[in-house]
């Protein structure tokens, strides 16, 4: 059974750090490209940041500058670092990877089951 699963998470007060890690576990073939998304209450969940295997990135507007991601491939883990937090950064946040677990077989869009990350004083 492949799972990814966050950690990381939690309360910090504005302008303070995180930084949150996904690992992906299982009979795993090969990872394409993994991310972060969020999903603030009322709201639609939304990509923060994106990285293909070779470490090409890509970021929503809102976080670009104060948000970094990274991955190690050995690990089959994927991070994102994020600073200068604001309270519009609070929300769950969900790791995606797009993974084979055989050869020959297509890539499937896997999710972790989220971390809560609230940015409150």
């Known amino acids: 059974q492949v799972q990814l699963v966050e950690s990381g998470g939690g309360l910090v007060q504005p302008g303070g750090s995180l930084r949150l890690s996904c690992a992906a576990s299982?009979?795993?073939?090969?990872?394409?490209?993994m991310g972060w998304y969020r999903q603030a209450p009322g709201k639609q969940r939304e990509l923060v940041a994106g990285i293909t295997r070779g470490d090409s990135t890509n970021y929503a507007d809102s976080v670009k500058g104060r948000f970094t991601i990274s991955r190690d491939n050995a690990k089959n883990t994927v991070y994102l670092q994020m600073y200068s937090l604001q309270s519009d950064d609070t929300g769950v946040y969900y790791c995606?990877?797009?993974?084979?677990?055989?050869?020959?077989?297509?890539?499937?869009?896997?999710w972790g089951q989220g971390t809560q990350v609230t940015v409150s004083s």
């Open positions: 299982g009979r795993i073939f090969s990872i394409n490209d």
């Open positions: 995606n990877a797009k993974m084979r677990v055989s050869r020959f077989g297509i890539f499937g869009d896997y």
